[in-house]
């Protein structure tokens, strides 16, 4: 075979992979971004309990939980797609995308504020650790009270 016609073929499933790819019915997008965000409450919410110093400072704990943070942190976003605020059991509200660049700051706080307490896990601070937890819970807050119906 020729090789222009080799990259023609290329080329040519490259661009059927990228359509087939980009077209997620809407209902995958809710899936998507619920899905991550229930992983982010339940590599979160145990820590809870380490915060309010009802269990001991576990490093090695901490450092599982807020590195598999770092990633969730970064993935509901791409699933909020304009379209989706009235498919299937959704609690989005409107908000997300008529005050866009303000739920994107909600989200970008929530992933600065996940970095940190992952940098505090890493350094084995478990003073610092308690703390940070209540400044996190409290981005998730503020983004659910402006943006998740109640
Ligand atoms: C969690 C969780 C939330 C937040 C929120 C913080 O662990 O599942 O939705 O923290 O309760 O206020």
Redesign the pocket.
Known sequence: MKTLTKIAIAAAAVSITATAMAQPKPENFVKQRQSALALI?WY??PM?AVAKGEQPFNKDDAVRRTSNLVALSKMPWEGFVAGTDNVGNTKALPAIWTNAAKFKDAGTKMEVEIAKLAQLANAGDADGFKKQFGVV?GT??AC?DDFRKQ
């Open positions: 409450g979160f919410g809870g819970g998730c807050k659910h």
